[in-house]
């Protein structure tokens, strides 16, 4: 299974599992703009991802991705968790793992992961966890790129659910992942058991509408190379845009995500430690989703 794992990275280094991502997920395309851009040549992903497609199916990653079974209801779903489309008649077991709540309940026994619990709606959940761990998030059981993300410092940050339920969302431990004043996130991109590619994500706010990719290298602590740098507008469509729609115009409403970028002209380090962790676990989880047969996950709230 071709998987994008963010990474939450706390202030000491450590690294917790944000999300597991399936479909076609990005994080190649921004590994690549990463290295154009700071080191000045193509990293070499896209044929990498290609040879280990034509190892083990026969064929390029393309070809493959768009030839599975679920693909096409798959675009339709990922349409529906942006909310510009209904919700698919053929639902894939696969794609119980688009809860975020599924991944969590088969992945909190294995992988260090932020505790969470089914939002209630209730006051008092959130203060509990606030009390717990100093402050709490929420976030969408199925949703995209942190649309419906919310930092609770305090009651008052408790947003008013619109069209939605309670139990549509996810109560957290709120991790604190910075560097410098930005917000900061990896991806790493795995497939058939081997380690593609790392990133970074530097945001301004969360309610920015824009990241920072950012390249991610080794060193002594948790920090970045320029703590002033530039930025480059990055206009090109994603790699992962120009496969997942390669016979249809890009939606209108993707169009910010798949064609537009921007990235920052500086590194991010990380310790040895830390991306020996990441990779390991990286590796790991993607084992563990080859392993997994989606006709015994537990059901997902949108099949209810």
């Not at 690549?32 to 083990?56: H, M, W």
């Not at 002594?220 to 120009?242: I, M, N, Y």
Request: negative net charge.
């Amino acid at each position: 299974m071709y998987l994008g794992i963010d990474f939450l990275i706390a202030g000491d280094g450590t690294p917790f599992v944000s999300e597991v991502n399936i479909g076609l997920p990005g994080g190649a395309f921004e590994y690549d703009v990463a290295s154009r851009l700071t080191y000045g040549r193509s990293s070499g992903i896209y044929d990498r991802i290609d040879e280990i497609c034509r190892q083990n199916y026969g064929k390029i990653f393309s070809d493959y991705i768009t030839g599975t079974p679920w693909f096409e209801e798959h675009r339709k779903f990922k349409i529906w968790l942006d909310r510009k489309g209904p919700l698919p008649k053929n639902l894939y077991p696969l794609f119980r793992l688009e809860d975020k709540w599924v991944q969590y309940e088969i992945l909190k026994e294995k992988f260090n992961l932020p505790y969470s619990e089914i939002y209630t709606g209730k006051a008092e959940q959130v203060e509990k966890m606030i009390g717990r761990f100093g402050k709490a998030a929420l976030k969408r059981r199925a949703g995209r790129w942190s649309k419906g993300f919310r930092a609770i410092a305090g009651i008052a940050d408790l947003p008013l659910l619109e069209n939605e339920l309670p139990e549509e969302y996810i109560c957290s431990q709120f991790i604190t992942s910075k560097i410098s004043d930005y917000l900061f996130s990896v991806r790493v991109n795995v497939f058939e058991d081997e380690f593609l590619c790392l990133s970074g994500d530097l945001t301004p706010s969360y309610q920015s509408k824009w990241r920072f990719i950012v390249a991610v290298e080794e060193g002594k602590s948790l920090q970045l190379r320029d703590e002033h740098f530039e930025t480059v507008d990055v206009c090109e469509p994603a790699w992962e845009g120009q496969v997942w729609c390669k016979d249809m115009e890009i939606p209108e409403h993707m169009k910010l995500n798949l064609t537009n970028d921007m990235a920052a002209l500086t590194i991010a380090y990380l310790t040895k430690e830390t991306i020996e962790d990441i990779k390991e676990t990286s590796l790991k989880i993607g084992k563990f989703y080859d392993s997994l047969d989606p006709e015994t996950l537990p059901k997902a709230f949108f099949e209810k």
